[in-house]
Nanobody, 118 residues
């Protein structure tokens, strides 16, 4: 059974940086699609950034120029580097990975809290 384990969340001051990691276990295959989503209290879950197995990336307008997404296929891990953090970035961040093989399957991480506050 595939599982995603996230790490790297925490409390940071405005303007600071954090790096989130999400490692997949239970599979030897690298995901075709990896992404980060976030959900703030009272809001719906929204896309933050995605990356495909060809390296194509996509970012929410609100994080462009501040966040970068990368992946290590050998470790089945996706990273989210968050710089110049703002209070409005405060949310629970969820990792998502999707595999497209003879069948398609996907998995969500448990979520990690990111709080940006002075």
């Amino acid at each position: 059974q595939v599982q995603l384990v996230e790490s790297g969340g925490g409390l940071v001051q405005p303007g600071g940086s954090l790096r989130l990691s999400c490692a997949a276990s239970g599979t030897i295959f690298s995901a075709n699609f990896m992404g980060w989503y976030r959900q703030a209290p009272g809001n719906e879950r929204e896309l933050v950034a995605t990356i495909t197995n060809t390296g194509s990336t996509n970012f929410a307008d609100s994080v462009k120029g501040r966040f970068t997404i990368s992946r290590d296929n050998g470790k089945n891990t996706v990273y989210l580097q968050m710089n110049s953090l703002k209070p409005e970035d405060t949310a629970v961040y969820y990792c998502y990975q999707k595999w497209i093989r003879t069948r398609t399957y996907d998995c969500w991480g448990q979520g990690t809290q990111v709080t940006v506050s002075s």
